[in-house]
Nanobody, 117 residues
Framework: VQLQASGGGSVQPGGSLRLSCAAS????????MAWYRQAPGKQPELVAS???????FYTGAVKGRFAISRDNAKNTVFLQMNSLKLEDTAVYYC????????????WGQGTLVTVSS
């Protein structure tokens, strides 16, 4: 499975960005697709996840500001990021196919989101 993410960029505080990630190389529906982020000098952090059945998770720091959605038929996941803050600056990674024993099996290449004034 290959994950291709896009949509990163630079924005001022309070602005919005929309990330997209398309999975290829699989014919089935991926169980969970999610977004991680890694800020400079910090550990990767799960931002939001979306199960194929519609269940979602958000880390506390982004609740009410970010919205994750997906198109199961296309194995595509989106992250709408609103009211962006300086602390949202990070490389955002699309991940897919969760295994309770090993975590997410597939990671995309990352897309940089920079929030600065």
């Amino acid at each position: 499975v290959q994950l291709q993410a896009s949509g990163g960029g630079s924005v001022q505080p309070g602005g919005s960005l929309r990330l997209s990630c398309a999975a290829s190389g699989t014919t089935g529906t991926i169980n969970i697709m999610a977004w991680y982020r890694q800020a400079p000098g910090k550990q990767p952090e799960l931002v939001a996840s979306h199960g194929s059945g519609g269940d979602t998770f958000y880390t506390g720091a982004v609740k009410g500001r970010f919205a994750i959605s997906r198109d199961n038929a296309k194995n595509t996941v989106f992250l709408q990021m609103n009211s962006l803050k300086l602390e949202d600056t990070a490389v955002y990674y699309c991940v897919a196919d969760y295994d309770w024993r090993t975590g997410y099996n597939y990671w995309g290449q990352g897309t940089l989101v920079t929030v600065s004034s």
